[in-house]
């Protein structure tokens, strides 16, 4: 008889097939629609990429765990002023040269290159708030199962050879960052370069949300590599992208207002997927997206 784990695991997986069939059926759609055509079925799919993913979504949430708050009230600092203008939020996206690098004579010096459409899916599974975000003032609101953003002095960064973790900005003092950066802050600072927590706005949080429908795009992702299927991969990378672009304000998306996720994600560092010698570009270096 089969043990309980190995029933949920089997579950699971059953539950992730069906959902990624859902994908291979968009496409064959699709593609009949358009009789063959490429081009227009590309061009159907990426026009219902928004409906597709959120109805994704919605299939890999049916057996979550955690309720969430889709339309949480939002502090000030999470609202733009005006329509065009971004809110306050501050994401760590560094862009750096190496000042010992020259493209005439490179020497040693490597660079890790990142795969930027992978990164996406790759910063789906961080510390995401699940409810509306509770303001608190110092380290009150620092908790490991807490998520949402922070007001920071950060320490100096003093390593020239290496890019800033919170990236170039032309104004120094306190700014707001989201949870994923002050992780990483966290990470790399000292005694001596400790950062400050001024305030925050924080939730319950969870590292787990959004990893199913990541593990789906994902295992549908590197099916379509491995059948050199651009189509299908054009299609998910509308998906993802639009999922995670959407999810803020948007009048393409109206099922989700969760400008803190958007941050969060955009912000989340991301594991490198293969390193090469190559000149440092801003895509090389930015975290995530």
Do not use: C
């Not at 795969?115 to 003032?137: F, R």
């Not at 306190?174 to 966290?186: E, G, I, K, S």
């Not at 795009?217 to 998910?236: M, P, Q, V």
């Not at 959407?246 to 991301?270: A, C, K, Q, Y």
């Amino acid at each position: 008889m089969a043990t309980r784990p190995q029933r949920r695991a089997r579950s699971a997986a059953r539950a992730q097939e069906e959902t990624t069939g859902l994908i291979s059926l968009a496409v064959h759609e699709e593609l009949e629609r358009a009789a063959g055509d490429m081009d227009a079925a590309l061009k159907a799919l990426i026009k219902r990429a928004i409906p597709d993913v959120m109805t994704l979504f919605a299939e890999t949430r049916a057996t979550g765990r955690y309720d969430y708050t889709a339309y949480p009230a939002l502090p000030d600092i999470l609202k733009k002023t005006l329509k065009k203008d971004p809110d306050q939020i501050w994401e760590a996206r560094p862009r750096f040269h190496h000042p010992g690098y020259s493209l005439k004579a490179p020497g040693d010096i490597k660079v890790t290159a990142l795969d930027v459409n992978a990164a996406y899916l790759s910063a789906l599974k961080t510390w995401l708030p699940i409810g509306k975000l509770e303001h608190s003032t110092g380290t009150d609101g620092v908790e490991p199962k807490r998520s949402g953003v922070h007001l920071i002095t950060p320490a100096p960064w003093e390593h020239p050879h290496l890019p800033d973790p919170i990236g170039e900005r032309d104004e120094p003092g306190a700014l707001w960052v989201t949870n994923a950066t002050l992780r990483l802050l966290q990470r790399l600072a000292g005694p001596k370069y400790a950062l400050v927590i001024h305030e925050s706005w924080t939730s319950g949080a969870t590292e787990n949300f959004l990893d199913a429908l990541r593990k789906t795009l994902t295992a549908a992702r590197e099916t379509a590599i491995a059948e050199d299927d651009t189509l299908t991969l054009e299609y998910i990378k509308a998906m993802y992208s639009k999922f995670i672009s959407t999810m803020g304000e948007s009048i393409h998306n109206r099922e989700l207002v969760r400008p803190d996720w958007m941050h969060i994600i955009h912000s989340r560092p991301t594991p490198t997927s293969r390193a090469r010698h190559t000149r440092p570009t801003r895509r090389a270096w930015r975290s995530s997206a």
